[in-house]
């Protein structure tokens, strides 16, 4: 009888993909589904075609993708535009240069 040999484990293989709908991805990523869509487009993320017109996306792609372009403060953008409007002309002295 031959000696049993160990076999090594595969170094090649990938940790198994979790993968997930527009929703979920949104919701990892705090934003709409139609962002994640356009994220798609854009080729800031991938997604796997499953069915007719289904897509899944790597739910930690989407999560890795956050960290490398996070969202702006929207408080603080709202605060910006705040005070451009206070401190700039009025709408109607605008609306009166275009004359």
Do not use: C, F, H
Request: glycine share 8%.
């Amino acid at each position: 009888m031959a000696p049993s040999r160990a076999v090594a484990p595969d170094t090649n293989v990938s940790a198994p993909r979790r993968l997930g709908g527009a929703r979920e991805a949104a919701a990892i990523a705090g934003v709409d589904t139609s962002t994640v869509y356009n994220w798609l487009r854009q080729g800031l993320i991938s997604g796997v075609r499953v069915g007719r017109g289904r897509i899944k996306y790597d739910l930690d792609e989407v999560a890795a993708t956050i960290v490398e372009y996070p969202r702006p403060d929207v408080d603080a953008l709202k605060q910006y535009l705040q005070e451009l409007r206070s401190s700039g002309t009025s709408s109607s002295s605008r609306s009166e240069n275009r004359r």
